[in-house]
């Protein structure tokens, strides 16, 4: 599925809520205006706005190296409430937008699809572990949305990674030893009988770097102490 | 009508990053119209060179189909054309050089798509594969020496004897091909399970979603962040994925 595919997908299914790293990116004018703003008219859908994210973004509309962004996500704003594709949302309890986006989560994680635009990769991890607790358990669904240096959205972005359990099995089969080979010892393996050359790395694990006719062979050691 | 996505990436390994020696590993892709080609090379480690031999050869082979496919398809002794146009190109540069041919060992897996004519020759080590509606598939995994980590180079006398080679018409089912050094197929191919690790599959998604600079840095990022162990060699992939264009518009 296309980002944008993924996006349609997003405005149909979730409820979004925006956050003012977002808002204030670098192009984020293009994502919010040109990319967002036709898909939630398209489906008559709205984003979710804290007021504490507007209250912040006015906050920052004071600090030199931030204004002239806070201005762009006030504008934003402005253009999404005059399209009326935007809900200011307040309860008393608010009071910064990391807090009221765990608290939207907790409170709503049983109940709806969430969808979270933030640039903020801290907050977008605690809002995936908070959305994954296994205390409560849901079958909802939870995306982040950051958006890129150019204004192009990146979904789930920081779960764009390989864990080590989606690699290929690369572990050797044990055998007993009850020595730890040394530097120019006499190794038969691999059908070969091999000098080992010179030692480049050490621990639970030794590598030996043996030179041979066609290739460099990295001959490589992992031992268990209580094993010897 | 088909045209075909590419993706390519090279890593230099932990072991070469410790040494201060440059990835040996090159592997270059080429999507024009109806002509699409991917090449890799992994360059011998016991070679001086052999990080620009992988250069040449990779960059031979796809300029080589490129300029002749026609010929090369057609002819029975297509492959042999190519193997001695790389010889040829290597053998040149290692009297530029001075030195013996052999200082720029390096291995071939090479594929070229014409209107969906394939040609593919892979001589030494590495998995090339395809991707269709059951899942992947391998299509070679080159030929190795006596032991685990001999293998043959395009310089080598054994070349033409233990190259695989190629010839068919494509299905329109195979959706992607992709060529692997041995440094990506240990971490992507599982041999216990015999299987394409999970790894492969996010990677071919990723190339769904994200675009070409995107999409290298997430998984360059990505494999960077494993442990030494697993990337010691360098790694290298190369994906050529189907894209067909689609009548409903963006609106």
Redo the contacts between chains.
């Keep these: ?4 595919h ?1 996006l349609e997908n997003i405005v149909l299914n979730y409820k979004i809520f925006v956050d003012t790293s977002a808002l204030m990116a670098p192009n984020s004018e293009k994502f919010f205006l040109d990319e967002l703003r ?1 898909l939630l008219l ?1 489906y008559n859908k709205k984003v979710y706005i804290p007021r504490v994210v507007r209250e912040e973004l006015e906050k920052h509309k004071n600090v030199p190296e931030k204004s002239s962004s806070a201005l762009k996500g006030i504008k934003i704003i402005e253009e999404y409430i005059g399209s009326n594709i935007a809900d200011i949302r307040y309860e008393e309890t608010d009071y910064i937008p990391d807090q009221v986006f765990q608290y939207i989560v907790s409170k709503f994680k049983l109940k709806y699809n969430l969808a979270f635009i933030t640039n903020d990769k801290q907050l977008a991890r605690d809002l995936r572990d908070q959305h994954s607790s296994l205390s409560v358990k849901t079958d909802k669904l939870l995306r982040i949305i950051s958006i ?1 240096l150019t204004g192009e959205p ?2 789930d972005a920081e779960q ?11 572990s050797e089969t044990p055998i007993n030893i009850s020595y730890i080979p040394e530097e120019g010892d006499e190794i038969r393996t ?3 009988i091999y000098r080992l050359g010179r030692r ?1 790395s050490e621990g639970g ?1 030794v ?1 030996y ?1 043996c ?8 001959l ?1 050691f992992s031992y268990l102490k209580s094993s010897l | 009508m088909t045209s075909w996505k590419k993706f390519t990436l090279s890593i230099r390994g932990r ?1 070469h990053e ?1 040494e201060g020696v440059p990835c040996q590993d090159r592997v270059v892709g080429m999507s024009y119209g109806s002509f699409a080609a991917l090449a890799l090379s992994d360059g ?3 070679a001086s060179l052999s990080h620009i031999g992988s250069k040449i050869v990779t960059n031979t082979f796809l300029h080589f189909l490129k300029a002749n496919f026609s010929e090369v398809y057609e002819k029975d002794s297509g492959y042999l054309q190519v193997i001695e146009r790389i010889r040829y190109n290597l053998e040149r540069q290692a009297k530029k050089f001075n030195v013996p041919v052999k200082e720029f060992s390096s291995t071939l897996i090479g594929l070229a798509l014409n209107n969906e004519k394939l040609f593919f020759i892979h001589v030494g080590d590495g998995i090339a594969g395809f991707v269709d509606t059951s899942g992947a598939k391998v299509l070679s995994k080159g030929a190795k ?7 043959y180079f395009v310089t080598s006398e054994e070349a033409e004897n233990t190259m695989v080679c190629l010839k068919d018409r494509t299905s329109e089912n195979i959706s992607a091909f992709f060529l692997m050094s041995d440094g990506a197929s ?8 015999n299987a394409f ?3 492969f599959w ?1 990677i071919m998604l ?1 190339m ?3 675009d070409y600079r ?1 999409l290298k840095k ?2 360059g ?3 960077k ?3 030494a ?2 990337i ?2 360098d790694f290298s992939i190369g994906v050529l994925k189907r894209v067909k264009y689609e009548s409903v518009a ?2």
């Design positions: 599925m296309s980002p944008w993924e036709p398209k890129d990146v979904i764009l990674k390989i864990d080590l359990y989606e690699l290929g099995d690369i691999l059908g070969q480049v694990r590598e770097i030179s041979k006719v066609m290739r460099t062979l990295l490589r | 072991l410790k011998a480690g016991s020496g006596e032991f685990d980590n001999e293998t240990r971490i992507l191919f599982d041999k216990k399970m690790a999970p790894a996010k990723w769904d979603n994200c995107c997430i998984v990022n990505s494999l962040a494993l442990p162990h697993y010691y060699d963006r609106t």
